[in-house]
């Protein structure tokens, strides 16, 4: 049986030909090469990821911490780590507006807040290492997995933006009687899904080619 490997996620397909469509990633036929004995042992001795070309490499200050900037991140997985504080602090941030909204308790309420601000302090972070491991690990590859873990970054960094400035305009938005109330909530409901989904998406590019 021949065994075909997806450039973009390291997926790999038993088969005379390879997938139409990566199940992992969705990237396209094209991007899958045939792993021989021989490939598979050399991409072993090499497993650190493709940077970027030496001779393009800049000898300026700032390429320089750039670059080594880069490295660290995927040498030392700082994007997982990252993801953590949206993925982490969101969900306990809901459940506490939640707490506030229907049993009392408004200092809860205000430790969302600060969930909600903190959060969006450490998104350019998160963002950022995302950004790196998606140019250099998976070559930019614009795949629908890709497309849903940019868009849901472009929603959570917008609704914390919202509902930040939402809730330090209107103090009593979580606990008030008003529609508003309800948007704020479901708001929030809609941001915890949006770093879940994109931590899903990212689950699967990490661990979707194992099989347990
Ligand atoms: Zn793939």
Redesign the pocket.
């Known amino acids: 049986m021949r065994k075909w490997e ?1 450039t ?4 790999v397909h038993e088969g005379e030909e390879p997938p139409d469509e ?6 396209d036929k094209s ?1 899958f090469v045939e792993i021989t004995e021989e490939a598979a042992s050399s991409s072993e001795s090499t497993a650190t990821p493709a940077s970027a070309s030496k001779a393009e490499e800049k000898t300026t200050f700032l390429a320089t911490v750039y670059h080594v900037a880069s490295e660290q991140i995927l040498k030392h997985h700082l994007h997982p780590i990252m993801v953590h504080t949206p993925n982490g602090i969101l969900p306990m941030a809901l459940i506490f507006l939640l707490i506030t909204a229907f049993l009392g308790f408004p200092l809860f309420e205000t430790a969302a807040l600060y969930s909600f601000v903190f959060v969006l302090i450490t998104m350019p972070i998160v963002v950022f290492t995302g950004y790196e491991v998606w140019q250099k690990r998976y070559r930019g590859a614009m ?1 629908t997995t890709f497309k849903i873990k940019i868009g849901a970054s472009i929603v959570t960094v917008l609704l914390l933006c919202v509902l930040s400035v939402w809730r330090i305009v209107r103090p009593d938005i979580v606990t008030t009687t008003s529609t508003g109330r309800w948007i704020f909530l479901l708001l929030s409901l809609v941001l915890v899904t949006a770093v879940g989904l994109a931590g899903h998406m990212g689950g699967k590019l990490v661990f ?1 080619s194992r099989k347990n």
Do not use: D, E, K, L
């Open positions: 997806c973009v996620c390291g997926y990566c199940p992992v990633c969705a990237a991007m795949t979707g």
